[in-house]
T-cell receptor, first 114, second 113 residues
Framework: GAVVSQHPSRVICKSGTSVKIECRSL??????MFWYRQFPKQSLMLMAT?????????EQGVEKDKFLINHASLTLSTLTVTSAHPEDSSFYIC??????????FGPGTRLLVL | GENVEQHPSTLSVQEGDSAVIKCTYS??????FPWYKQELGKRPQLIID?????GEKKDQRIAVTLNKTAKHFSLHITETQPEDSAVYFC????????????FGTGTRLQVML
């Protein structure tokens, strides 16, 4: 149990385009989903907390208009990187949490902006 | 907010030896402490966790200890094997912060043959 999927696993796009990443909890209902960003050889940096049916809570320094988060159901959250630029290239990982606290991570999406 | 420090940043051990990774946290209200293992290019995987009402927890070769007074917790891996080589992250969470985890900076463990 506790499987989280993420799609796509890898995406290459041109500068200025928008990219949508999906995060799904496959066998449980996630009351909360989290979006992280990870640069090579660095730790996980929380970008935002997504609660079903309400607005996401963004961490300090993360632009909400740049990284749009939608959590339309208890099993799906999406992150859209708008007007992507090369500095947005990174490994984006979602996690899904339950009321029992444990977070389960998706496999990640490697974004490369040319 | 919570701040988690993790040491060492890299750790090399011989196969069969033990490995210890230490973390400290700043928020005394934190009450949940998971450890994640991340292999290169893969997702972090939960390997063990401990709650603040427990001082120690063990699962086969892996154990975690928690000292609430000192606000530090440690991961112990015994009889290390090459497949234990990975990056390990500790994290801390306060139930009052919507399940948000604060991660340590990671420890790259290399188990040498």
């Amino acid at each position: 149990g506790a499987v989280v999927s993420q799609h796509p696993s890898r995406v290459i796009c041109k500068s200025g385009t928008s990219v949508k990443i999906e995060c799904r909890s496959l066998d449980f209902q996630a009351t909360t989903m989290f979006w992280y960003r990870q640069f090579p050889k660095q730790s996980l940096m929380l970008m935002a907390t997504s609660n079903e049916g309400s607005k996401a809570t963004y961490e300090q320094g993360v632009e909400k208009d740049k990284f749009l988060i939608n959590h339309a159901s208890l099993t799906l959250s999406t992150l859209t990187v708008t007007s992507a630029h090369p500095e947005d290239s990174s490994f984006y990982i979602c996690s899904a949490g339950t009321r029992l606290e444990t977070q389960y991570f998706g496999p990640g999406t490697r974004l490369l902006v040319l | 907010g919570e701040n988690v420090e993790q040491h060492p940043s890299t750790l090399s051990v011989q196969e069969g030896d033990s490995a210890v990774i230490k973390c400290t946290y700043s928020d005394s209200a934190s009450n949940y402490f998971p450890w994640y293992k991340q292999e290169l290019g893969k997702r972090p995987q939960l390997i063990i966790d401990i709650r603040s009402n427990v001082g120690e927890k063990k699962d086969q070769r892996i154990a975690v200890t928690l000292n609430k007074t000192a606000k530090h917790f440690s991961l112990h891996i015994t009889e290390t094997q090459p497949e234990d080589s990975a990056v390990y992250f500790c994290a801390a969470r306060n139930t009052g912060t919507a399940s948000k985890l604060t991660f340590g900076t990671g420890t790259r463990l290399q188990v040498m043959l």
